[in-house]
């Protein structure tokens, strides 16, 4: 069974766990501005309350339940680099760049070229070997990797 996992940016940071949807009427004890999502960390001792952290909404990003070549968690939103085997002539082995998307269900990778433009070749995640992936940031934290080099 995949693990089902959130991140969010909480102020300045990254908090992980069960996202939450509230209420369009639900303050609650966080101020007079609504907020859309929470997210609730999945440790807590016994008796102790479920801390909530207010997300950003559109830092949201849900973990695909892959990991890269490193060991690290792949979240909806990071920025990989992967290599892939291409017919051209003959089979060659290409490195290319792209970010974590959620579409119709599945996880893909949208490739982008050398100056941040968004290509035409998407992946789905799971056809890449995961030897051949590392992540390399994301896009919140670091848009500069769009850019390309």
Not at 24 to 35: A, L, R, S, V
Not at 76 to 98: H, L, Q
């Amino acid at each position: 069974m995949r693990e089902i996992e959130f991140r969010g940016k909480s102020e300045d940071e990254w908090v992980y766990g069960m996202l939450l949807k509230t209420e369009d009427d639900d303050y609650g004890e966080h101020g007079k501005e609504h907020f859309n999502y929470l997210i609730q960390t999945e440790e807590n001792k016994e008796f102790e309350r479920n801390q909530y952290y207010i997300t950003n909404d559109s830092t949201i990003g849900q973990y695909t339940g892959l990991k890269d070549k490193n060991g690290n968690k792949i979240y909806e939103g990071d920025i990989i680099e992967f290599s892939y085997d291409a017919f051209v002539g003959n089979f060659d082995t290409f490195i290319a760049k792209g970010k974590i998307v959620f579409i119709d269900g599945a996880f893909y990778i949208e490739c982008f070229d050398n100056k941040g433009k968004t290509i035409d070749e998407i992946y789905l995640l799971y056809s890449i070997n995961l030897d051949d992936i590392e992540k390399v940031g994301n896009i919140y934290d670091n848009p500069e990797l769009l850019k390309g080099e």
